[in-house]
């Protein structure tokens, strides 16, 4: 395994313990479709037990030009409602969705414990976009 893809695995396992330390729901990880990955699926299970979350988990060591959540492109977010919707469909949900993002970054590349997150709810409201 990469040292990009152990960063990566660090902060999807970091992104799921502050989930469920919230009291959501994990329903799914690293699910697989024709359209890409999505790296956590869940539900708030306090606010709206009735609403699908995927989530998508962008890390980043500090001193990279671009912060985790900048690194989310036009190309990345198609291929997130892509993959989400396909993922809906498979599931047949038939109640609210969304995508949120959680941006790790790591302060110090060599101390795994030295890292922030933030998370940002419903990346893709108000925005029209195309399958």
Not at 1 to 8: F, S, V, Y
Not at 85 to 97: A, L, P, T, V
């Amino acid at each position: 395994m990469t040292a990009a893809q152990e960063l990566g695995k660090y902060s999807e396992d970091r992104a799921a313990e502050y989930l469920l330390s919230i009291g959501w729901k994990i329903i799914a990880r690293n699910v697989k479709n024709f359209y890409g990955e999505l790296d956590i699926v869940s539900i708030d299970t306090k606010i709206n037990p009735q609403e699908l979350v995927i989530v998508e988990v962008r890390s980043r060591t500090i001193g990279k030009i671009q912060s985790p959540l900048d690194s989310i492109g036009s190309r990345k977010l198609n291929s997130l409602v892509k993959s989400s919707r396909e993922f809906i469909n498979e599931i047949e949900w038939e109640n609210f969705w969304r995508i949120d993002v959680i941006g790790i970054t790591m302060k110090n590349k060599n101390d795994l414990k030295d890292w922030e997150l933030t998370h940002i709810k419903d990346i893709t409201s108000g925005l029209n976009i195309l399958s």
